[in-house]
């Protein structure tokens, strides 16, 4: 079995898997609105044996149980884990949360793939080699000026934050340019929307790894730059993330230089 139909398999089982079980919440956890369910813990425990089952000397970072530590040493091959993303959502029963796996070698994102529970669908993909979706090969996306774009954000859950602030003025900057925002509390949804052209832009301050390393494998391969406010991306340290269409993405970051 191939990389690409190895992530697939092992993202969708994993959806399927917390399709079962209840909206046990364990824990809030630190910030506002951000809990643990008990399906955090078990699906992260399901991923983490199947990729290493398949890849035995690989590397786990992932959200959840001390395995969010980011290590010294960051040259090996990695597993970038989200078991759920979107825990809140899927507290309420709301079906906006997904499953996100990123495959990091020398920290380059090589291969990633993504469960989206809304849609029941699985994007996967790998470096040169495009994404595809369900199996199907996808198509690259169109490019899109920033007015009239869907841009897609998330206040994040630390409101003491000094970047708060900076986040409402960017966003009444992009209103002003014409871009329409909503937000949507998964970021595995908000790019597998993104790798369908439903959207333009997905931004956010404060990010993790595990949040969008599975997700870039995917747009990029359909044409997608991921960068951030202050430059190129590191995805062990992904603050200030900006991913999208090319044009869309240039002109956001143009539009909200003076902010920043």
Known sequence: MSMKETLARVVRDAGQFVEQLPLTVLQEKEGVGNVQLRADIESQALLVKEIM??????????????????????????????????????????????????????????????????????????????????????????????????????????FERDWVPNNRRANEAMRRGGAQIRIFGSSVCDLAMLAEGNIHVYTEETIKPWDIAGGIAVVRELGCVATTYSGELDIFHPMGVVIGVPTAVREFIELTKHIR
């Open 53 to 158: 089952s398949h890849f035995p000397h690989i590397q786990i970072i992932a959200e959840e149980n001390g395995l969010e530590k980011i290590p010294h040493d960051l040259s090996g091959t990695f597993a970038i884990i989200d078991a759920l993303d979107g825990s809140t959502n899927r507290s309420v029963g709301l079906p906006l949360w997904g499953i996100s796996v990123g495959i990091v070698q020398n920290r380059e994102i090589v291969a990633g793939a993504m469960y989206d529970r809304l849609s029941g669908k699985v994007f996967v993909a790998e470096s040169g080699k495009g994404a595809f979706l369900d199996g199907e090969r996808m198509h690259p996306l169109p490019d899109h000026p920033l007015r009239r774009a869907i841009v897609v954000t998330s206040p994040g859950y630390d």
